[in-house]
């Protein structure tokens, strides 16, 4: 055990520990100090991502999972040996002591290249948490959010909260924007305030986060010899590549620019758009299912729990809690009234918006000798792994995997609209752009 297995990192719901010996990780869901568990199931997560979010984002871009029994011990050394290495704001959640399985996945902090590709380099995987790429556009959202990103304005309430030391000046829009100057600009953003949005691992050892900074740290010494400007633009165009074979539900995102961003650089408007099929159009092809403000929110939860109340068989009806495999095809139930089917659907599309809009990104990249190969970016290259080359003609073997898109919980729109609320006020309160 001692050998096998490592911590490797941990979000709001799970915790992830990776076996180098078999190249896999294990995500365990965590509890409440109290017991409770409030995220969905392993079950319901692999149900989601399985049978319903296929639909969405192309096998490119989504991981292969499977349920597994947990090895004898795993929990207990989480619970001790590695309490140490957990971050001090996750502590206020454990392991479920009582689980016994976990969801097994291929560990994305390494690529698998072919015999004919020499390495030389370490693998380097930048861990993003990309949020909310877009702006409302709906007539229910007021003119401040559609000015200003929801990510922006948080960061004034967190401050105030302490939930971080300072305002982080990453912005959603400049990442999603498809112009690589305000891309990499967002990046750098992320690396000089991580928080818990952003992480660096080299060869599957966390070397750049939040709890990780002090005032030596630099992009530059945590890479080694890597070139950051080059590793940059590496990510920034894996983040751009198609997937040619996708289909858009939405068409080509509006360029956007939110007021709140720092970043000067002003997009040409035929070009800086996000390529057809990448990640990022993808995500946002599923946050663009949502375009309700939560004062209409509110309004479809109240007449949906109404109904529930009134009807305790009406929620299994509609899977509220799945199976999720054809979750917003309304049922065929001649007794139900048209208006709470229509806020149920609005519900659960805000659902699936908001799994997007937590989700994260893994983009894992390793350089390559490939002398004497002809090989365009075009070239057969291992499963779901792209070649990139640098704007200094580099050749780097990458993968783009999108993680962590767990369904939200009906139960927990109420949190969702006071959390909202919150963010708005105190941006009002507190910022003299919101006037």
């Known amino acids: 055990m001692e050998e096998e297995w490592c911590y490797r990192g941990e979000g709001n719901a ?37 049978n319903f979010m296929k639909s969405f984002i192309s096998f490119q871009f989504l991981v292969p999972m499977k349920f597994v029994k947990l090895p004898d011990g795993l929990i207990e050394k989480i619970q001790t040996s590695w309490r140490r290495l957990r971050p001090e704001y996750r502590l206020c959640k454990n392991v479920d002591c009582a689980s016994v399985e976990a969801i097994e996945m291929p560990d994305l902090c390494f690529l698998y290249p072919a015999d004919t590709c020499q390495v030389i380099s370490p693998t380097y995987t930048f861990e993003i ?33 302490e939930k971080w030391s300072r305002r982080s000046l990453y912005c959603p829009i400049d990442l999603f924007s498809g112009c690589a100057t305000r891309m990499k600009y967002a990046l750098c953003k992320l690396h000089s305030c991580p928080q818990n949005n952003f992480c660096i691992y080299r060869n599957g050892q966390k070397i750049w986060c939040d709890e990780s900074l002090d005032e030596k740290s630099t992009f530059e010494n945590c890479l080694d010899s890597a070139s950051t400007d080059e590793l940059l633009d590496v990510v920034v165009k894996s983040l751009l590549y198609p997937d040619k074979g996708y289909n858009s539900t939405t068409g080509l ?16 408007d035929e070009c800086d758009r996000l390529s057809a099929g990448c990640v990022l159009s993808q995500i946002l092809d599923v946050q663009s299912v949502d375009d309700i403000d939560h004062e209409e929110l509110h309004s479809h939860f109240i007449k949906a729990s109404h109904a529930f ?66 090989l365009s970016e075009d070239s057969e290259s291992p499963e779901r792994t792209f070649f990139i080359t640098s704007d200094i003609g580099n050749r780097y073997l990458c993968c783009v995997t999108i993680i962590d898109l767990d369904p939200k919980s009906f139960n927990k729109i109420p949190t969702y609209i006071e959390e909202e609320k919150n963010v708005v006020g105190y941006f009002l309160e507190s910022s003299p752009a919101a006037l």
């Open 129 to 161: 948490k990309p949020k909310w790429g877009l702006l409302p556009v709906g007539e229910s959202a007021s003119g401040l959010k559609k000015s200003n990103c929801r990510f922006c304005m948080h960061q004034f309430l967190k401050v105030r909260d």
């Open 14 to 50: 799970s915790i992830v520990v990776a076996c180098a010996k078999k190249n896999i990780v294990y995500r365990i869901k965590k509890v409440e100090k109290d017991g409770t568990i409030k995220a969905k199931s392993n079950l319901d997560v692999l149900d989601f991502v399985k």
């Open 309 to 374: 109340s009134a009807d305790s068989e009406l929620r299994r009806l509609h899977n509220i809690d799945g199976p999720y495999s054809h979750w917003l095809e309304l049922p065929l139930i001649d007794s139900i009234d048209p208006d709470v089917a229509y806020s149920i659907l609005k519900i659960k599309k805000y659902l699936v918006s908001r799994s997007a809009k937590d989700c994260s990104i893994l983009i894992t990249v390793q350089l390559m000798n490939l002398e004497g190969q002809n």
């Open 253 to 268: 995102h509006t360029r956007q620019l939110c007021h709140l961003s720092s970043c000067e650089h002003l997009c040409n």
